[in-house]
């Protein structure tokens, strides 16, 4: 990993959980029209694998699915 790239990580490690995930997923979009779907796949699992673990380590204590259900709702209306 480069230098900046480094930089970033770390800084990006000190935000929130739910904005760690939501520069992960934007990172993770900016790769989908990428030429090799296999990458975007193993990055994807690698995401989904820490979330995991956050989750399981009791880092992360996630959110019930109908609070989650009506957030989006309530974005996907504006």
């Given at each position: 990993?480069?230098?900046?790239?480094?930089?970033?990580?770390?800084?990006?490690?000190?935000?929130?959980?739910?904005?760690?995930?939501?520069?992960?997923?934007?990172?993770?979009?900016?790769?989908?029209?990428?030429?090799?779907?296999?990458?975007?796949?193993?990055?994807?699992?690698q995401e989904l694998e820490?979330?995991?673990?956050?989750?399981?380590?009791?880092?992360s204590p996630g959110e019930d699915w109908e609070i989650?259900?009506?957030?989006?709702?309530?974005?996907?209306?504006?």
């Amino acid at each position: 990993m480069s230098a900046d790239a480094d930089a970033v990580l770390h800084e990006a490690l000190g935000l929130s959980p739910e904005d760690r995930a939501d520069v992960a997923a934007e990172l993770l979009a900016s790769l989908e029209p990428a030429d090799d779907p296999e990458l975007v796949r193993t990055l994807w699992a690698q995401e989904l694998e820490a979330r995991a673990r956050r989750f399981l380590a009791g880092e992360s204590p996630g959110e019930d699915w109908e609070i989650v259900r009506q957030r989006l709702a309530d974005e996907l209306a504006k």
